[in-house]
């Protein structure tokens, strides 16, 4: 471990807080509509607005699908009491704020 990364963790530890500060930054990005959100598929690299993927909608809920690759990027299951979003298709979600 160099002195640099060393010094890194260090202060990242000072700074350490759960989950639950992170509230207002989630909660701004949940609130907003993702549809315009910008989405880069795991699988090919394509960057593209989540609202142009492919909706395979079933009954349970929807796969969002790369519409270069059709790699699965969004899974949305709703179920008794709960919404599931798996996102692991999807290396980056860019929310625009302004
Ligand atoms: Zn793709």
Same mark, same amino acid.
């Given at each position: =471990?160099?002195? +640099?990364?060393?010094?890194?963790?260090? =202060?990242?530890? $000072? *700074?350490?807080? &759960?989950?639950?500060?992170?509230?207002? #930054?989630?909660? %701004?990005?949940?609130?907003?509509?993702?549809?315009?959100?910008?989405? *880069?598929?795991?699988?090919?690299?394509? $960057?593209? #607005?989540?609202?142009?993927?492919?909706?395979?909608?079933?009954?349970?809920?929807?796969? +969002?699908?790369?519409?270069?690759? %059709?790699?699965?990027?969004?899974?949305?299951?709703?179920? #008794?009491?709960?919404?599931?979003? &798996? #996102?692991?298709?999807?290396?980056?979600?860019?929310?625009? *704020?302004?």
């Amino acid at each position: =471990m160099t002195i +640099l990364s060393s010094t890194i963790e260090a =202060m990242m530890n $000072e *700074t350490r807080l &759960d989950g639950n500060a992170a509230a207002g #930054p989630l909660s %701004e990005l949940f609130a907003r509509d993702i549809t315009t959100a910008l989405a *880069t598929c795991a699988k090919c690299g394509r $960057e593209t #607005p989540v609202g142009t993927l492919f909706d395979y909608g079933q009954a349970m809920g929807v796969v +969002l699908r790369c519409n270069g690759c %059709e790699g699965a990027m969004l899974r949305l299951v709703r179920t #008794p009491g709960s919404l599931r979003l &798996d #996102p692991s298709g999807v290396s980056m979600l860019i929310v625009a *704020t302004g």
